[in-house]
Each structure stands twice: as structure tokens, then as C-alpha cells.
């Protein structure tokens, strides 16, 4: 089993940056496929960026030039730059690792984008 902690999350302005991380609790992540969804409220969770065990990035159309979601490997950890943020970002963002057979959540962390 493979715990996802998220933090970061918290109150931006429209315009402003945050940084979501997430850190696993145990090794040898390499392999997992690595991303960050976001359920806005009142609708469904969705894609926001995916790493692959290569380094390879595919990003949601919402997010592209804005986002930029990086991986340490060696630290266990999947890190979400969010710039550029606009209020439609409001959601609460999700870690997600997977792998043949496996799919692993954290709990989430609530972004509020709001002037």
C-alpha cells in the first residue's frame, strides 16, 4: 500500500503562484506513473498533469503554458507549479501514482483562487 500526502494548497489571487507537492511513503515510485486531478466544485475530477517514469509530461488543455508538474525520484515526491492562476483553478487537487493493477489517491488539498 502507498500513502500520498499532498500540501500546498491554500488562498492565491487571481494572477498569483502556488506550489502543490506531494510526498509517498515508500520507495521505488519510479516505475508509477505520477499526476495531479482536480475536482472544481460541483463537477468531476479531471486531469490536471501527468509525469511518466521517464520524465515525459502531458498536461490538461486548462492548464498548458501555466503548469508544470516535475518529479524527484529519489525523494519520492511529484511537485505541481501552478502560475498564472485564475479563479475557474478553484478545485480540490489530488495526487495520484499508478501502475499495472494499481492506482493510489491522497486525500486532496483545497486551491482557492479568489481576489
Known amino acids: 500500500q502507498v500513502q500520498l500526502v499532498e500540501s500546498g494548497g491554500g488562498l492565491a489571487q487571481p494572477g498569483g503562484s502556488l506550489r502543490l507537492s506531494c510526498a509517498a511513503s515508500?520507495?521505488?515510485?519510479?516505475?508509477?506513473?505520477m499526476g495531479w486531478y482536480r475536482q472544481p466544485p460541483g463537477k468531476q475530477r479531471e486531469l490536471v498533469a501527468y509525469i511518466t517514469s521517464g520524465g515525459a509530461t502531458n498536461y490538461g488543455d486548462s492548464v498548458k503554458g501555466r503548469f508544470t508538474i516535475a518529479r524527484d525520484n529519489a525523494k519520492n515526491t511529484v511537485a505541481l507549479q501552478m502560475n498564472s492562476l485564475k479563479p475557474e483553478d478553484t478545485a480540490v487537487y489530488y495526487c495520484?501514482?499508478?501502475?499495472?493493477?494499481?492506482?493510489?489517491w491522497g486525500q486532496g488539498t483545497q486551491v482557492t483562487v479568489s481576489s
Open positions: 495520484n501514482a499508478r501502475t499495472i493493477g494499481v492506482n493510489y
Open positions: 515508500r520507495s521505488s515510485l519510479n516505475r508509477y506513473l
